[in-house]
C-alpha cells in the first residue's frame, strides 16, 4: 500500500465516524496523505460528491469530510508537511493534548521504533480522541519494516496503555467490499493466524488517559502459557498423528495445513459487509 487515502482508507473514516463518533475538528495525519484511487473505485465513490482527485494531496478530501483544522506531521520536509518531527523519538511537549483525531494510512510500518510510535500517538491525542490506522498485515513482506498482526493492535491500544474501544479489521487487499473484524486473541482464548492471502490491517482507537510508557505481552502468554497451560504442547498420540498429518499434507501440496489455518480464521473473524454500511 502506498502512503495515503486509497478507498479503504475512505471506508475506515467513514466507518468510523458511525463508530467511534469521530471528532474532525482538529487531525493530526503522519505525513501528507495523498489520494490513491483506481478509475473504477473513482467510479464507485462518485454518488459521495467527494474531491477524489487521485494522485493530489487529501487535504481537500480531509476537509469535505469534516476536517477543521489539518497538521501533517513527517520527519522530513520534501513532501511540505506543517510540522517536521521524527517519530522514532519522543516528540515536543507542545503537541500534548493538540489532536482530536489521529491518521496514519502507511507509515506506521516504515518506522523502526514502534513502541515510540505508539507513545507519540498517546501523547498528541487529547482524551476521547480517535486514533485510525492502515497498514499491513500480511503477504507484502519487504514492504516496510513490519507487518502487523490484530494481537499487536488489540495489546497495544489497551487500557493499560491508555486506550479503549479498540477495534480490528482485516481487509483483503484485492478485495475491498468485505471487512473481516476480528476478535481480540484474548478474548477468544487462542491466537489469530490469518490465511494466506495479502492483507491490510485497520485499527480505530480512543485514548482514555496519558501514559509514560509502553508495555506489551502477547495474550495467550500473560492467560494462559505462564500459568502451565501451554495448550500448543501435545500429547505423545497427537504428536504421531501430527507428524503423519504432516507428511501427508506435504505429498498433498500443503493444502491441508492452509484450509484449517482458513477454517481457524473464520471462526475467529465476522465478515463485514462495508459497502451496505457506509455506501462504498
Avoid at 99 to 128: A, C, K, P, W
Avoid at 210 to 239: F, H, M
Amino acid at each position: 500500500m502506498a502512503m495515503g487515502v486509497d478507498i479503504a482508507g475512505l471506508q475506515l473514516i467513514l466507518l468510523a465516524k458511525k463508530t467511534h463518533g469521530l471528532d474532525l475538528s482538529d487531525v493530526a495525519t503522519l505525513g501528507r496523505q495523498m489520494i490513491y484511487f483506481s478509475p473504477k473505485q473513482l467510479q464507485r465513490v462518485a454518488h459521495l460528491g467527494l474531491p477524489v482527485k487521485a494522485e493530489s494531496y487529501a487535504e481537500e478530501l480531509l476537509r469535505a469530510l469534516g476536517a477543521a483544522n489539518l497538521t501533517s506531521l513527517d520527519a522530513s520536509d520534501y513532501e511540505g508537511a506543517d510540522v517536521i518531527v521524527d517519530f522514532n523519538k519522543p516528540l515536543p511537549l507542545t503537541l500534548a493534548g493538540s489532536f482530536s483525531t489521529y491518521i496514519d494510512f502507511g507509515s506506521m510500518e516504515h518506522i523502526f521504533d514502534v513502541r515510540q510510535v505508539i507513545l507519540n500517538i498517546n501523547h498528541i491525542l487529547r482524551e476521547h480522541g480517535t486514533a485510525l490506522i492502515l497498514t499491513i498485515c500480511d503477504g507484502q513482506a519487504g514492504h516496510g519494516f513490519y507487518q502487523y498482526s490484530p494481537e499487536f493492535f488489540y495489546t497495544v491500544f489497551s487500557e493499560a496503555n491508555g486506550f479503549a474501544n479498540t477495534n480490528v479489521y482485516l481487509i483483503d487487499a484485492d478485495a475491498y467490499r468485505y471487512w473481516y473484524k476480528v476478535d481480540p486473541p484474548s478474548a477468544l482464548g487462542r491466537r489469530v493466524m490469518t490465511p494466506v492471502a495479502p492483507l491490510l490491517i485497520a485499527c480505530v482507537t480512543t485514548k482514555r488517559h496519558g501514559v509514560g510508557d509502553i508495555t506489551a505481552v502477547q495474550s495467550d502468554y500473560a492467560n494462559c502459557y505462564w500459568r502451565g497451560l501451554d495448550e500448543r504442547k501435545p500429547t505423545k498420540k497427537l504428536g504421531k498423528l501430527a507428524a503423519r498429518w504432516a507428511v501427508l499434507s506435504r505429498y498433498a501440496g500443503l493444502f491441508g495445513p492452509l484450509v484449517g489455518r482458513e477454517r481457524r480464521f473464520h471462526a475467529a473473524a465476522k465478515i463485514i459487509d462495508i459497502r451496505a454500511m457506509i455506501g462504498i
